[in-house]
């Protein structure tokens, strides 16, 4: 589906991107410095090249002072930005992504219509939800410089050589150069929720907003009628509470509240154009009765627009818009209405006269409102965006829940112990609560500050369905779910705040029996291996409870996240892949039985121990018949800015991850049952393999928790002020008590990337039968996936460098002892995907990511390299501020390096 394009070394942008780089670091930091560094780059260089010898390359690190290893990391961390820039930009122009127009020909090409892909995308559902994972190396203020030269070059492409301004394009990226050069890196304080929902607020009001309703002009014309507004934005920001104390009630408040401004002012402005535009007289052309009761309602008397009725009926939807702005947001808005209006109750009414305005121009005026028009663009960001902008998730880990379900129970006299209760007698506890009209908490009595803030949260979701609407929070998260009582538990909480009704059962002639209905979904997280295993037989017993149905028959479906970071660490990089292709299948078997229709929910990352990679690759190999047009995935961390930094890339892989889901839900090409039974059984054994080598290093190996904390730069990266969570979930220096973030980003600073291999080679020597691999290969997407994505993060890692981290272990003896496990283990997984793909060398056969890596790898070494030193000094005791500063730069320059890092 995806075409190569010319190698990265090739791309005109990065040569004249980092010609600009060093004109700007000459002339700001003088001929000396440049040189310096030019020498370091030109040694790196050839050594990659194979014509240098590495103690150039060190000798030329030795000479640099504290402030010029300093500037040297600030360079190539900027060179780096740029390069994937520049990379992203190749991307999109040689068309390495897959458009719905290309999954729409492809599915021809096998027999499927395209009225069956209107009827999968007219029940579908695809969400792209962003979250505030701390793996955004990158302060915003770089990142806008980076966005505002992605315009500038767009600017040049187009053979401009002038702004609209009037200043030179090349001047401008020159400049923008310098203000990155002159703009510090680091942040200097903790980032608050406040700062995660502002930064997220930028993408959404800058790039989604205006995109969505671009995309689906394309679409209708595509698919040649008016798909419903199956794309939509969730997002985490300001809801998500599993470990991080400074997500509150307020906080869910200020999300809920800073995008409904954003939103709102964005329609506001529109309608004021709109009504510039629609100059219609009813002198010349007539209009239907509700556009001209729309008109008789705005109070808009004004006599120079007495015969225009469009812009009366703007006028009047505009006042009322007004109106709901101020009661929403607290303030007057930006440009204030002309007469006075009531608020809309919902963003469905103000729909409903849009929508009226439309059938009038189209009818009785006979203007074809086309799509992409001001007026069909405004319609559809209203039906994709509502008032809320985002929908948000809550999440909590069930212990929370557990914790304050029992103290609610206590309190109010139902049951003094309710975590001594086994597993069938909670679920009968909390049924019995659920089906009763009283309810729990009281006024009167006192509470735990853990159990005051949940209820807080539910309550202020209770208020926000009132504010903003229903879709303003559809679901709850339940992390580390692994009971039907966790869901349960929730459904508890919910009912504090009234977003769960009890059933009336009794029923009237006049009013009939009403059944529970729940207005947010309890959705469970299983992430680690065991509760992926344990996954189907939750579900099966939840679905089996009436009590399931209160959200299902809202929502007509029953959601279901998984988990990739977790699992991973648990189990390693193979046996989490799979637990989740077979959990997922499992569980589509289990919703079939029960009648009920499947949503998963991906909580992917960007590093492939995390679940990254190709998000369309991920996509189509679903298991078949679990897609169905519905999926949600997150967006995390250093992910957003990549994916969602401009609208020409978020154009790209939003077309992508649509194309993705219609292939994955329409695709005709099976696996026979025979074949994926032996695919099956084969996958089994490699994960029992992988899994038992994993398992056997990180958590059977004594010394292995401090071979890693000393090795690796963890504590320098807890102190980052990167994300508002703390690194761990408890103070525990456990591996199961860290979170998946550190430790994925920590393996990849030092260029071993374990979570995502170790344990994969010995798998693969094991398997007895190296040809029904290369047939699996050949065959089966989600072990092409597989495979691809471990070939490029082999391609990443360098057990060389590696080395040079293993020295910063104290006890020598522990570091040679698991350090030449991990490197023999690292050359077998590498010789044993060589001879499974066919290669003499990694990414052999993949041209355009191989010339991609190797062009980074020569400005990655020196930043391992100073790094390493660095860390010997600062954990020396040397307490110069430019050390640790050098540090942390050189954490930001290596992530941004290796892109997918965290």
């Known amino acids: 589906m995806t075409r190569p394009g010319p190698s990265i070394s090739q791309n005109a942008d990065v040569r004249f991107l980092g010609k600009l780089l060093g004109d700007v670091i000459r002339a700001q930091g003088g001929a000396a410095l440049f040189e310096r560094i030019e020498t370091i780059r030109a040694a790196s260089v050839d050594r990659y090249r194979g014509i240098g010898e590495s103690r150039a390359l060190t000798a030329g690190l030795e000479s640099l002072s504290l402030d010029e290893t300093v500037a040297f990391v600030r360079s190539f961390m900027l060179f780096s930005m740029l390069a994937n820039l520049a990379e992203d930009r190749q991307a999109s122009a040689t068309g390495q992504y897959t458009t719905l127009a290309a999954a729409l020909d492809q599915l021809q090409g096998q027999g499927v219509d395209i009225a069956q892909a209107r009827a999968v995308l007219s029940r579908g559902l695809i969400v792209p939800v962003l979250t505030a994972h701390p793996t955004e190396v990158m302060r915003k203020s770089l990142l806008d410089h980076r966005y505002r030269i992605a315009a500038l070059m767009q600017l040049r492409d187009s053979g401009h050589r002038e702004t609209p301004d009037g200043a030179l394009v090349e001047q401008q990226i020159l400049r923008r150069i310098a203000l990155l050069w002159q703009t510090r890196a680091l942040r200097r304080q903790r980032r608050y929720v406040a700062d995660e929902v502002d930064t997220a607020l930028a993408y959404l009001r800058d790039v989604l907003l205006p995109l969505l309703p671009t995309l689906y002009a394309r679409w209708e014309r595509l698919l040649g009628q008016r798909p419903t507004s199956f794309l939509k934005i969730g997002s985490w920001i300001g809801s998500d509470r599993d470990g991080n104390p400074h997500v509150t009630a307020d906080a869910l408040r200020l999300a809920l509240a800073r995008a409904a401004q954003t939103v709102l002012a964005d329609y506001l402005e529109q309608l004021n154009a709109l009504g510039a535009e629609l100059s219609v007289s009813s002198e010349l052309v007539g209009v239907s009765a509700a556009l001209a009761a729309l008109a008789e309602r705005s109070g808009d008397v004004n006599p120079a627009r007495a015969d225009e009725p469009y812009r009366r009926a703007l006028t009047g939807i505009y006042a009322r818009l007004a109106a709901t702005y101020q009661q929403l947001c607290g303030r007057a808005p930006p440009r204030p209405a002309s007469v006075s209006g009531d608020p809309y109750p919902d963003a469905h009414s103000l729909h409903e006269d849009l929508l009226a305005v439309e059938r009038s121009l189209q009818g009785e005026s006979r203007i074809d409102a086309a799509p992409g028009t001001r007026l069909t663009r405004l319609i559809r960001a209203v039906e994709s965006f509502g008032f809320h902008l985002a929908t948000l998730d809550l999440r909590q880990n069930s212990a929370v829940h557990e914790r304050v379900v029992a103290e609610l129970l206590q309190t109010a006299g139902a049951c003094e112990d309710y975590r001594a209760l086994d ?271 994993y398992r056997a290093l990180v958590y059977e190996t004594p010394g292995f928790t401090q071979f890693f904390r000393q090795m690796t730069p963890l504590v320098e990266i807890a102190q980052l002020k990167i994300g508002s969570r703390p690194a761990s979930r408890t103070d525990s220096e456990r591996i199961e008590d860290l979170r998946a973030i550190p430790w994925v980003f920590s393996w990849a600073q030092t260029r071993v990337m374990l979570p995502a291999w170790y344990g994969v080679g010995q798998a693969l020597s094991s398997f007895a039968d190296p040809n029904l691999l290369r047939e699996m290969l050949e065959a089966w997407p989600f072990f092409q996936t597989t495979i691809d994505n471990l070939e490029m993060v082999l391609s990443k890692s360098d057990m060389v460098i590696a080395s040079r981290y293993a020295t910063l272990v104290e006890d020598r003896s522990l570091a040679q002892r698991i350090f030449d496990r991990i490197r023999t283990a690292w050359s077998e997984t590498a010789q044993r995907l060589l001879e499974l793909t066919g290669q003499t060398r990694l990414l052999e056969k993949n041209p355009a990511l191989d010339a991609s890596i190797r062009l980074r790898l020569p400005y990655i070494e020196p930043l391992n390299l100073l790094q390493v030193e660095l860390l010997k000094r600062h954990r020396a005791g040397e307490r110069d501020e430019r050390v640790r500063e050098g540090i942390h730069l050189s954490i930001n320059a290596i992530a941004t390096a290796l892109r997918n890092s965290g």
């Open 423 to 693: 597993e069938p007698a909670r679920v009968t506890l909390l049924r019995a609560e659920l089906a009763s009209a009283r309810l729990l908490a009281s006024p009167f009595a006192s509470y735990s500050d853990e159990t005051r803030s949940e209820l807080a949260i539910a309550r202020a979701a209770a208020e926000a369905h009132q504010r903003y609407g229903p879709d303003c929070i559809r679901t709850y998260i339940i992390s580390q779910c692994q009971s039907v009582s966790d869901l349960l538990e929730v459904d508890i909480l919910l009912k504090e705040a009234g977003l769960y009704r009890s059933a009336d059962g009794r029923g009237t002639q006049a009013a009939p029996p009403v059944a529970a209905r729940a207005a947010i979904m309890a959705v469970p997280l299983f992430e680690t291996i065991h509760d992926l295993e344990q996954a189907p037989a939750i579900m099966s017993d939840w679905l089996a409870l009436p009590e399931s149905a209160a959200a299902i028959s809202v929502q007509g479906y029953q959601e279901v996240m998984v988990g990739y970071s977790d699992s991973n660490k648990d189990g390693g990089y193979l046996t989490s892949a799979w637990s989740l292709y077979q959990a997922i299948r499992a569980l589509a078997s289990v919703f079939e039985r029960h009648g009920t229709a499947l949503q998963i929910f991906h909580g992917r990352g960007g590093a492939v121990g995390r679940g990254g990679g190709s998000s369309f690759a991920a996509i189509v190999a679903q298991p078949s018949g679990t897609v169905r047009g519905r999926i949600r995935i997150t967006e995390q961390g250093e992910i957003i800015s990549a994916k969602y930094g401009t609208q020409e890339g978020a154009a790209l892989n939003l077309e992508s991850i649509t194309a993705a889901t219609l292939l994955a839900s329409l695709a005709t090409t099976r696996l026979s049952e025979d074949t994926r039974r032996r695919f099956a059984d084969a996958m089994a054994q490699l994960s029992r393999d992988a899994f038992k080598a």
